[in-house]
């Protein structure tokens, strides 16, 4: 909200106010010698609240140049570099999982998932739309699906890990039996914001 304020007009305003009023304190000063010391000391601080104005312009003028680009010292460049390292970083993660084909997924902090990896879509036949959030329950096999998701909700509300054994289909219609197991991911003040989990493979059927 404070840079929508025009602070040149406010300016212009509160000065054309004290002009005014120094008008009416004149004319009564004049008219009544014991208006002289108070009259003082409220244009005193009128001139003073000018003075701090003129400094908020100044801060905000230098505050809305940190929020545009300028070629590297502003706050917007210092965050893009940022962003761009953390976008590079993340891009050679899950390179590195997709070379080692391992079976992966990322969660947010209650439990939907919002990223698999190439080999999971593989290991499934589906595609990431179809696995995240939570539609990666359907390719559990209909005996295992209700305690699976039992178990799955009851480690993200009492915050500890899942580890459990169950079946699921694969790309060609097979039964597999896996083991599931996630992973804290902490955020900057040690909450969990997510969890990473992996599934192996350990027989098909």
Not at 91 to 100: C, E, K, N, Q
Request: net charge neutral; aromatic share 8%.
């Amino acid at each position: 909200m404070v840079f929508n304020i025009d602070l040149d007009s406010l300016t212009g305003t509160i000065i054309g106010i004290a002009g005014a009023l120094s008008v009416i304190g004149t004319v009564l000063v004049y008219g009544n010698k014991k208006l002289y010391s108070p009259c003082k000391l409220f244009f005193k601080d009128i001139k003073s609240n000018l003075e701090d104005l003129s400094l908020l312009k100044e801060d905000t003028k230098w505050l809305k140049g940190q929020f545009q680009p300028n070629g590297g010292t502003s706050m917007s460049d210092s965050l893009r570099r940022i962003e761009l390292r953390q976008a590079i970083n993340e891009g050679r993660h899950r390179s590195l999982i997709s070379i080692l084909k391992i079976v992966m997924f990322e969660t947010n902090k209650t439990g939907r998932l919002d990223w698999v990896s190439k080999s999971f879509c593989d290991l499934t036949g589906k595609i990431t739309e179809e696995l995240i959030d939570n539609n990666w329950l359907n390719i559990i096999i209909e005996e295992h699906r209700e305690k699976v998701w039992e178990e799955w909700n009851d480690a993200i509300n009492q915050k500890r890990e899942f580890h459990m054994k169950f079946k699921i289909l694969t790309s060609d219609g097979k039964h597999c039996l896996i083991i599931c197991r996630t992973h804290f991911v902490f955020g900057p003040n040690s909450e969990i914001v997510g969890y990473i989990g992996i599934i192996e493979k350990l027989m098909a059927v």
